[in-house]
């Protein structure tokens, strides 16, 4: 891999090009009087962005250090995934780059377990908006009907097709604010209640359905298979009286759990939720008033995250991201099945093939490793069961030498790069990648997450 040291660019647009200008000229200058004639053996990416419309207008932005445009910024991909794959500085994209050097970049071990591909997938997702209900398949159903709409003809990035790649696509979000979703079948004892708490018959039936069924599962898959099937006008009213009925609920609960504070001042836990549901429904209600996956969303776990805290979503496991911003890491892949809350392509029918109607708890991941006992008390290591990823968030020293595939995004302050007895110096927004052959160190008083290959 011949070493390139260039100036990072992003695909945001900037209202001030001069101010921009100047910004550029600034870093370039700092680079060149830090680096000479040094040419460290990593390279620094350039990123993709995606403006979807649920997007934040600020997070990612002001992470890279431009002005927001006042336009949304949704995701930026860091990998090698052939949609949309970073950069090299001599304007080489990285999968291409992989493909013409697998060793260098992977390594044989890579090569024989993933083939010739960079196996992870690290994103930016900043959700001003939700995100729409969908699931990811398994390795297996992907191949299978990657190949099918293959021989069908489906151009890759057609609206109408639902497999990209051959790949499953399990992922890990990190939360870097605070950040909601919907994820998994809630227990249904207790969407029970939350669903009797909206006064509405039909949703007492449902409610005594679920309850009383000797096979979760299958209750829930004919439930969920009714709902998105609820024909016009019938779901634009039962929407219609959801808004009116979440709203009532809402106020209820708050009055009932004020006026008993002396007593219980903490509400229990399905009142929490209750409450969290009752809230969101109005605005996804306006947002989306004739889609029939609002309903779904009554039966999904509403998981909250504090910065710091992380959640693994697996295959089968039917999620909506609703707001906030954080660190994703995935397995390459964009395989996406789609039941509702977006404009995008929507696939019933495939979705309620793979999806896993088996009732979970919120699935919140834990680290396997933390800084505790070091000065670094936020440190974690996140290693899901999974063969393509691992995460880790927390200062750069932590991380010891690096032996690459690995990609690393500086979250705040600057690092310093080490390699050769070198030193280059990495800026917040900045990634860098470590290819298989490649030895680096990391210092500074910084933040980094760095997603690698688990040994």
């Known amino acids: 891999m011949r070493p390139v040291l260039e100036e990072p660019h992003h695909r945001l647009l900037h209202p001030d090009r001069r101010g921009h200008r100047r910004h550029r000229r600034r870093r370039h200058d700092q680079q060149r009087q830090l680096s000479g004639a040094l040419a460290l053996s990593v390279y620094r990416l350039q990123n993709p962005t995606r403006a979807y419309a649920w997007g934040s207008v600020s997070h990612i932005p002001r992470l890279l250090g431009v002005e927001p445009t006042g336009e949304p910024v949704a995701e930026m991909w860091i990998?090698?995934?052939?949609?949309?794959?970073?950069?090299?500085?001599?304007?080489?994209?990285?999968?291409?780059?992989?493909?013409?050097?697998?060793?260098?970049?992977?390594?044989?071990?890579?090569?024989?377990?993933?083939?010739?591909?960079?196996?992870?997938?690290?994103?930016?997702?900043?959700?001003?908006?939700?995100?729409?209900?969908?699931?990811?398949?398994?390795?297996?159903?992907a191949q299978i009907r990657f190949e099918e709409q293959e021989a069908a003809g489906i151009p890759l990035g057609a609206p109408e097709r639902s497999y990209q790649d051959r790949s499953h696509k399990p992922e890990l979000i990190y939360a870097l604010t605070r950040f909601e979703g919907l994820a998994g079948f809630r227990d249904p004892a207790r969407s029970a209640v939350i669903l009797r708490g909206l006064g509405l018959p039909w949703l007492a039936v449902i409610a005594t359905r679920i309850e009383s069924a000797a096979s979760p599962f299958q209750e829930l898959r004919a439930v969920v298979t009714e709902l998105l099937a609820t024909p016009e006008p019938l779901l634009s009213h039962r929407l219609g009286q959801l808004r009116v009925a979440a709203v009532a609920a809402e106020q209820h609960l708050h009055t009932t759990t004020a006026g008993r504070r002396d007593r219980s001042p903490d509400p229990s836990a399905v009142e929490r939720e209750s409450i969290r549901v009752y809230a969101a429904l109005p605005t996804l209600i306006d947002r989306y008033p004739h889609d029939a996956g609002v309903l779904v969303t009554l039966l999904l776990n509403h998981v909250v995250l504090a910065a710091g805290e992380a959640m693994f979503i697996d295959a089968g496991v039917i999620h909506a991201y609703t707001s906030g911003f954080g660190v994703e890491v995935m397995a390459s892949s964009d395989n996406v099945l789609r039941a509702g809350l977006t404009p995008k392509h929507v696939d019933v029918p495939e979705l309620l093939e793979i999806t896993n109607f088996t009732p979970i708890p919120p699935p919140l991941w834990l680290p396997s490793a933390s800084g505790r006992g070091t000065s670094d008390e936020d440190a974690a290591r996140f290693q899901p069961p999974v063969a393509e990823f691992e995460l880790y968030v927390g200062r750069p020293e932590h991380v010891g030498p690096m032996a690459g595939p690995r990609a690393v995004l500086v979250l705040e302050g600057t690092v310093d790069v080490t390699t050769a007895g070198r030193c280059e110096p990495l800026h917040a927004g900045e990634v860098l990648f470590v290819g298989h052959q490649e030895r680096a160190l990391l210092a500074g008083d910084a933040r980094v997450a760095v997603a690698s290959v688990p040994a």
């Open 79 to 141: 990998g090698a995934h052939p949609a949309d794959p970073s950069v090299l500085p001599d304007g080489r994209p990285l999968d291409g780059a992989i493909g013409a050097e697998p060793d260098a970049f992977l390594g044989p071990e890579l090569r024989r377990r993933f083939g010739d591909r960079l196996p992870f997938l690290m994103k930016l997702l900043a959700a001003g908006e939700p995100l729409s209900l969908q699931v990811h398949p398994t390795s297996q159903r």
